[in-house]
């Protein structure tokens, strides 16, 4: 039976905030030992609006070793499997609440009492004495990325997706490092059905 992700797995990991999870599927009726080329289908324009140029070079060079060190030569035109990346970024919103309501109480000190609620669930921490609901808190918005990825392996001849790997999680501020990069892009493709080569 040929199992292959659909859309429905873009939705079900963008509705999630937690650390950048991983998951891949491919059709379980394709012998893969059978291509022996790779090659990269053009850079969809819409992946520079969620990208550094930079980081998108990190992502394709960690692309072509991975598929290289599994015995795939790059061809630039043609080739047997062609692989695709697109890339989506959509903002969150998610909201922590605190009380001081006892601070002002001799022999009490403060009360801290986190309440974190976003697409990912809801979480309730507490520390240093209870305290009933009807106490006055201050609610904290935060605001933040997730970012997906999507990775297709299309067999050319037959123009169907024979692999599929997607990366999602919270985005960083900062500039995406190499090392960071490579590692991801390694990590999604563990569960390629074609073993590295021992060099």
Same mark, same amino acid.
């Given at each position: 039976?040929?199992?292959?992700? $659909?859309?429905?797995?873009?939705?079900?990991? $963008? +509705?999630?905030?937690?650390?950048?999870?991983? &998951?891949?599927? @491919?059709?379980?009726?394709?012998?893969?030992?059978?291509?022996?080329?790779?090659?990269?289908?053009?850079? *969809?324009? !819409?992946?520079?609006?969620?990208?550094?140029?930079?980081?998108?070079?990190?992502?394709?060079?960690?692309?072509?070793?991975?598929? /290289?060190?599994?015995?795939? &030569?790059? =061809?630039?035109? #043609?080739?047997?499997? =062609?692989?695709?990346?697109?890339?989506?970024?959509?903002? /969150?919103?998610? @909201?922590?609440? @605190? +009380?001081?309501? @006892?601070?002002?109480?001799?022999?009490?000190?403060?009360?801290? !009492?986190? !309440?974190?609620?976003?697409?990912?669930?809801?979480?309730?921490?507490?520390?240093?004495?209870?305290?009933? +609901?009807?106490?006055?808190?201050?609610?904290?918005?935060?605001?933040? #990325?997730?970012?997906?990825?999507?990775?297709?392996?299309?067999?050319?001849?037959?123009?169907?997706? !024979?692999?599929?790997?997607?990366?999602?999680?919270?985005?960083?501020? /900062?500039?995406?490092?190499?090392? #960071?990069?490579?590692? *991801?892009?390694?990590? $999604?493709? =563990?569960?390629?059905?074609?073993?590295?080569?021992?060099?």
């Amino acid at each position: 039976m040929k199992k292959i992700i $659909l859309p429905i797995l873009l939705i079900t990991f $963008l +509705s999630s905030c937690n650390s950048w999870k991983f &998951i891949s599927e @491919y059709d379980h009726d394709t012998d893969f030992s059978k291509y022996k080329t790779f090659g990269l289908l053009s850079w *969809d324009p !819409v992946n520079d609006k969620e990208v550094s140029p930079q980081t998108k070079q990190y992502i394709l060079m960690s692309i072509k070793d991975e598929m /290289e060190s599994r015995g795939y &030569i790059y =061809q630039k035109d #043609n080739a047997a499997l =062609q692989i695709s990346i697109f890339i989506v970024v959509q903002e /969150e919103t998610s @909201y922590s609440a @605190y +009380s001081n309501h @006892y601070a002002g109480y001799s022999g009490y000190g403060s009360i801290g !009492v986190g !309440v974190g609620v976003g697409t990912g669930g809801t979480s309730v921490g507490v520390v240093g004495y209870g305290m009933p +609901s009807m106490y006055p808190y201050t609610a904290v918005k935060h605001d933040y #990325n997730i970012g997906t990825v999507v990775i297709d392996l299309l067999d050319h001849s037959k123009k169907k997706i !024979v692999w599929q790997g997607v990366a999602t999680g919270r985005i960083a501020n /900062e500039e995406a490092k190499e090392s #960071n990069v490579k590692k *991801d892009i390694e990590r $999604l493709f =563990q569960k390629l059905p074609v073993k590295k080569v021992k060099k």
